[in-house]
């Protein structure tokens, strides 16, 4: 064996190379720890990263197949939505249309209604008329009979005589009102 004293005198070695045996033997080592570790942990890891690609692969895949459905989902909310939109607008439309009709119809019945009271109020006011004229020829035939009486200074009870007296009476005044119409 070599003593250190030996390994001292001879040439200086580099600190940073090691001897050629420790090299040797540092890699049958490592060939063997490589070895054995190869046979029991690379098939194991290998297996973990092929199972760990698939599932991500398979969720991608799944992501992409969610986000086609995604996609699919939305175009039908979309296509509802304006289907909405129109049938709202339909039914606004109608809604306007039946209030226009209604409006109309409510116009005329309000026109009919006015029409009936105005000629029913022109029927009371020709009825009232007429009644007031029958009651004013009365009274003035009373009054004209009674003043006739006290001027020729007889009676004229006698009631046909009356009657044709304040018809003549009437009928001329009558007359003279239409002519200075």
Known sequence: MISLVQLASE???????????????????FVIVFGFFAKKFLPNINKVLEERRE????????????????????????????????????????????GAQLIAEMRAEGQRQREEIVAAGHAQIEADRKAAAQSLRQDVG??????AGKLVGESLEDHARQSRTIDRFLDELEQKAEAAR
């Open 55 to 98: 599932a991500i692969e398979g969720g991608i895949e799944k992501a992409e197949a969610a986000q086609t459905e995604a996609q699919s989902v939305l175009e039908q909310y979309k296509a509802q939505l304006a289907e909405a939109r129109h049938e709202a607008a339909r039914l606004r439309q109608e809604a306007q249309e039946q």
């Open 142 to 147: 009373q009054l004209a009979t009674d003043l």
């Open 11 to 29: 040439e200086p070695q580099n600190p940073l190379i090691p001897a050629i045996p420790e090299l040797v033997i540092g890699l049958i080592a």
